[in-house]
T-cell receptor, first 114, second 113 residues
């Protein structure tokens, strides 16, 4: 398996624009997680899905953020409108089962909002 | 509120020595704890998992301890090598198996040859 795939790897946009980040989890994994990492706040969980259903979105900072998982092999994280404070590295991770299973992280998308 | 603390200052050690990293937590009763390694520009990579009823876990040169009374985990790398230089993150589960992890800020380890 190619591992978790994220695109784009880098995104530079202007404030107010819509940004869509994409993730393909490892085939057969039931759980998908979206994280945001900054120097100040570290790695924060934004939302996670189980079998394509959002389970916990308490980490989503505000209504400008939304995430979807239309099928088992694809998820998106959308920011609309984007703001400079959204600049961060966004990671997608997947795991096979709940509980103690390892999370496998993608390479991340580095987002810069000017 | 729940809080996880890792040494924010970088840890610098000489090659061949044992590196010890600390993870403390408060207002938590995690069912298990995981350690991840993160290299610059990459996503975290899983290293070890230890459950609340386990005191110690080993994997090659790595050793993790878990003291639920002290609310602390220690992560040891013996016979450290320059290739071990990276940021190490501890991650705690909730008290139930939801799959959700809360990560610490990480400690950067620099092993000098």
């Amino acid at each position: 398996d190619a591992g978790v795939i994220q695109s784009p790897r880098h995104e530079v946009t202007e404030m107010g624009q819509e940004v869509t980040l994409r993730c393909k989890p490892i085939s057969g994994h039931d759980y998908l997680f979206w994280y945001r990492q900054t120097m100040m706040r570290g790695l924060e969980l934004l939302i996670y899905f189980n079998n394509n259903v959002p389970i916990d979105d308490s980490g989503m900072p505000e209504d400008r953020f939304s995430a979807k998982m239309p099928n088992a092999s694809f998820s998106t994280l959308k920011i609309q409108p984007s703001e400079p404070r959204d600049s961060a590295v966004y990671f997608c991770a997947s795991s096979a089962r709940h509980g103690t299973d390892t999370q496998y992280f993608g390479p991340g998308t580095r987002l810069t909002v000017l | 509120s729940q809080k996880i603390e890792q040494n924010s200052e970088a840890l610098n050690i000489q090659e061949g020595k044992t590196a010890t990293l600390t993870c403390n937590y408060t207002n938590y009763s995690p069912a298990y704890l995981q350690w991840y390694r993160q290299d610059p520009g990459r996503g975290p990579v899983f290293l070890l998992l230890i459950r609340e009823n386990e005191k110690e876990k080993r994997k090659e040169r790595l050793k993790v301890t878990f003291d639920t009374t002290l609310k602390q985990s220690l992560f040891h790398i013996t016979a450290s090598q320059p290739a071990d230089s990276a940021t190490y993150l501890c991650a705690l589960s909730g008290s139930s198996n939801t799959g959700k992890l809360i990560f610490g800020q990480g400690t950067t380890l620099q092993v000098k040859p």
